[in-house]
């Protein structure tokens, strides 16, 4: 009978060493485990577009959502489907910001570049995109008719990046409207030359221009001294949404497009280093974002220009821990558990 007593005994013993082992393994494996992973879901990004003008909300606007580049060793560099394009990158001036934007939309329209989202403002003039990552961003909406004004918006560059505490982003897209009437309404491209003369060997004789007309290819003109670097044309009867794309631009030359509502200014600037990547790399440093806005396109008057500054993260682990030995030590003190909880009946049975 005592011997059947010391038998259970050592079962439960064994059982119970077994539980602690188990338990213990899964604990030190789930502390274990990287955190990033979970953090960055946890941390997800949104961005929210607010299209009102004074009273008005623009509810029913359409807008496209482009993952455009990354910030990588500090720079925005052009990544992905745009990173063969020259936009200038470097001058973050509200004019230059919005010129890059419109020629990066320029070449989505022309190349039909398929965007990362889209959707449409609900009731409150709002559309948000959601579970975004770090990275520069092109937002691209459509013209808006209400009642016999129709709201044309800009495009924005958008750029999303680490912080402790901010992980979303309004935007304020400005806008300028426009009524149908019978006159007809002229619009105009010219091209100029920035950084170089017209000596420049680089400099070509001519250039070519699409013209797209509500997202859809409308006409190819042709730019050189002959016609004064200029082209116009008309439209009667109806307000459209037009983009011009300047095609094969020339070597060593960017490009950046500035409208004025029916004036589209096509520049090109010599010389000036576009910072090119095959990387797509994620890693983001500390970085800060500036969006041009009009306190006539929202109803928040001061909110002439909404920036972001963010920061990395603090470390996960503390300077100086080691996460590798976390492993082998913990697999040391379960086989030594093991171990004890083994020899010690033996002990008890030979007293028996």
């Excluded at 052009?78 to 230059?96: E, N, R």
């Excluded at 044309?233 to 011009?244: D, K, Y």
């Excluded at 440093?285 to 306190?295: H, P, V």
Aim: charged share 20%; with cysteine.
């Amino acid at each position: 009978m005592k011997g059947m007593v010391i038998r259970m005994t050592t079962i439960k013993r064994r059982l119970t060493g077994a539980v602690v082992c188990l338990l213990t393994l899964i604990v030190i494996l789930a502390s274990s485990l990287p955190k990033t992973a979970i953090a960055e879901n946890e941390e997800s990004k949104s961005l929210t577009l607010v299209c009102r003008r004074d009273e008005t909300i623009l509810q029913g606007m359409d807008w496209k959502l482009y993952k455009v580049g990354e910030r990588i060793d500090g720079e925005l560099v052009l990544t992905g489907d745009f990173a063969s394009y020259p936009v200038y990158l470097k001058d973050t001036s509200a004019s230059a910001i919005t010129s890059a934007a419109k020629a990066l939309e320029s070449f989505a329209v022309a190349d039909k570049i398929t965007p990362l989202t889209s959707g449409k403002t609900n009731s409150d003039g709002e559309l948000t995109f959601e579970g975004l990552d770090n990275g520069l961003y092109l937002a691209d909406g459509t013209i808006l008719q209400v009642g016999n004004m129709y709201y044309v918006p800009s495009s924005l560059l958008i750029e999303i990046s680490d912080s402790d505490d901010v992980f979303s982003y309004d935007a304020y897209p400005k806008f300028y409207y426009a009524t149908l009437n019978a006159e007809a309404t002229a619009y105009s491209i010219k091209k100029v030359w920035v950084g170089d003369d017209e000596n420049n060997e680089d400099r070509p004789v001519d250039i070519t221009v699409d013209i797209f007309r509500n997202d859809e290819y409308w006409d190819t003109v042709v730019l050189n001294e002959s016609n004064n670097w200029f082209h116009h044309w008309t439209e009667t009867g109806s307000v459209s949404e037009w983009t011009v794309a300047e095609r094969d631009i020339p070597v060593n030359y960017d490009v950046a497009i500035f409208i004025d509502e029916t004036q589209y200014l096509v520049q090109n600037s010599y010389g000036r280093e576009i910072a090119t990547t095959t990387t797509t790399s994620t890693t983001v440093t500390t970085a800060s974002q500036t969006t041009e806005t009009s306190d006539t396109t929202t109803t928040t008057a001061s909110a002439q220009t909404t920036t972001v500054t963010t920061k990395p993260k603090d470390p996960l682990i503390s300077t100086g821990q080691l996460k590798w030995p976390i492993i082998p030590l913990a697999a040391g003190g379960i086989l030594l558990i093991g171990i004890g909880f083994v020899v010690k009946p033996k002990k008890e049975k030979n007293e028996e």
